[in-house]
């Protein structure tokens, strides 16, 4: 379910671009595989995208840990392991060659999520193909998440050293579940005392 979220974001921000403008790459390897940005107006995505949405980490919810991992289905239990319950942190880089252009489309992903934070199957629009066939029902929200200087600093040192203008949305609640029963049991109806007074 990560990639099918980071793809359904990448299709709302572009079509309210009105444009292919945002790809979903590794902002970490744009330099390396596509030789440092293009030119004139175009950016350093492989599709020469002025927008770069990339993954850079993710954490567990623990509040949402603790919860029942058991089923029950008419007369059966089924035990399963809790679902994962996961905060993405993404973020969007602008890497048009052209830092005026940078900073318009940077501004235009920040009007996008001002406008749209919640995200479910009925408010939102993606092209059911290929991987995208089988996402069922979804929510989650997408928040603007703002590091400290020190942190944007670790942030793209990590990333390679070389900053974009960019902006870091954290989206919440992601579900990670595996239909898979590890162990059935039968529902307890009543007690039998089997105890006897001596």
């Not at 993710?58 to 603790?66: C, D, I, M, P, R």
């Not at 200087?149 to 595996?178: D, H, M, V």
């Given at each position: 379910?990560?990639?099918?979220?980071?793809?359904?974001?990448?299709?709302?921000?572009?079509?309210?671009?009105?444009?292919?403008?945002?790809?979903?790459?590794?902002?970490?390897?744009?330099?390396?595989?596509?030789?440092?940005?293009?030119?004139?107006?175009?950016?350093?995505?492989?599709?020469?995208?002025?927008?770069?949405?990339?993954?850079?980490?993710?954490?567990?919810?623990?509040?949402?840990?603790?919860?029942?991992?058991?089923?029950?289905?008419?007369?059966?239990?089924?035990?399963?392991?809790?679902?994962?319950?996961?905060n993405l942190y993404i973020l969007f880089s602008s890497v048009n060659t052209l830092y005026d252009e940078s900073l318009k489309n940077?501004?235009?992903?920040?009007?996008?999520?001002?406008g749209k934070k919640v995200f479910t199957q009925d408010n939102t629009s993606f092209e059911r193909v290929d991987d995208m066939v089988?996402?069922?029902?979804?929510?989650?929200?997408?928040?603007?998440?703002?590091?400290?200087?020190?942190?944007?600093?670790?942030?793209?040192?990590?990333?390679?050293?070389?900053?974009?203008?960019?902006?870091?949305?954290?989206?919440?609640?992601?579900?990670?579940?595996?239909?898979?029963?590890f162990e059935k049991g039968e529902v307890i109806t009543g007690l039998n005392n089997g105890l006897k007074n001596k």
């Open positions: 379910m990560i990639f099918e979220t980071l793809q359904v974001i990448k299709e709302e921000v572009n079509g309210y671009f009105g444009a292919n403008t945002v790809s979903l790459e590794n902002i970490a390897t744009i330099e390396t595989e596509h030789g440092g940005g293009g030119g004139g107006g175009g950016g350093g995505g492989g599709d020469n995208s002025d927008v770069i949405l990339s993954l850079i980490n993710l954490q567990e919810e623990f509040t949402l840990k603790n919860r029942p991992n058991h089923y029950i289905n008419n007369t059966e239990v089924n035990y399963r392991n809790p679902k994962v319950n996961l940077l501004t235009k992903v920040v009007e996008f999520f001002q089988n996402v069922g029902d979804f929510k989650f929200i997408v928040d603007l998440y703002t590091p400290t200087f020190e942190e944007l600093n670790f942030i793209w040192g990590t990333l390679g050293g070389k900053q974009y203008p960019s902006a870091i949305y954290k989206i919440t609640l992601l579900e990670i579940y595996r239909d898979f029963v």
